[in-house]
């Protein structure tokens, strides 16, 4: 099983970016999905996740610029990022719970780096 994140880069404050993440393997179902972020020197936050059923949930210092989503035909999860501030920067890193090679099991992508320039 893999989880390929992508989408990170380079951006202005103030502007926005997508990111995507694909799940691939022996997959029989994913309940949650989500994004977590690490910045330097600081522990992996939960920035953002979202049930199979769509509920969601965001960290207070996103909500209302962040949006999470997921298209359950693609096992992808998509993290669509408003109004960046400097403070986003960081490796952004998704993450799948759910029953994989027919056993409960948690995998995490390999993370790509978001950085904000003020």
């Known amino acids: 099983v893999q989880l390929q994140a992508s989408g990170g880069g380079l951006v202005q404050a103030g502007g926005s970016l997508r990111l995507s993440c694909a799940a691939s393997g022996s997959i029989f179902s994913i309940s949650n999905m989500a994004w977590y972020r690490q910045a330097l020197g600081k522990q992996r936050e939960l920035v953002a996740g979202?049930?199979?059923?769509?509920?969601?949930n965001y960290a207070d210092s996103v909500k209302g610029r962040f949006t999470i989503s997921r298209d359950n035909a693609k096992n992808t999860v998509y993290l669509q990022m408003n109004n960046v501030k400097p403070e986003d920067t960081a490796v952004y890193y998704c993450?799948?719970?759910?029953?994989?090679?027919?056993?409960?099991?948690?995998?995490w992508g390999q993370g790509t780096q978001v950085t904000v320039s003020s």
């Open positions: 979202i049930t199979s059923d769509g509920s969601t």
């Open positions: 993450n799948a719970a759910g029953v994989f090679e027919l056993r409960v099991g948690i995998y």
